[in-house]
């Protein structure tokens, strides 16, 4: 198992509860260790297994959830 990491800048972050969204949402896909969320430079930080999740996976998430987003 190997541990990546990949950020992503979204656009879109309103506020808390955006934040408070992405973490809770992001944090529960198989293969997530971890999520940051920075809203001072609109950019969430993921550190997951790369044989259980890819980060298009994970982009594709962010986008259903109405964020734009770039890698």
Do not use: W
Request: aromatic content about 6%.
């Amino acid at each position: 198992m190997s541990a990546e990491n990949s950020t992503f800048t979204i656009g879109g972050i309103k506020g808390p509860h955006c934040r408070d969204r992405i973490k809770n949402t992001i944090s529960q896909l198989n293969g997530v260790e971890s999520v940051d969320v920075d809203m001072q430079s609109s950019q969430i930080s993921v550190s997951y297994q790369g044989d259980a999740i890819s980060d298009d996976y994970i982009s594709d998430t962010l986008q259903a959830l109405g964020y734009t987003v770039q890698k």
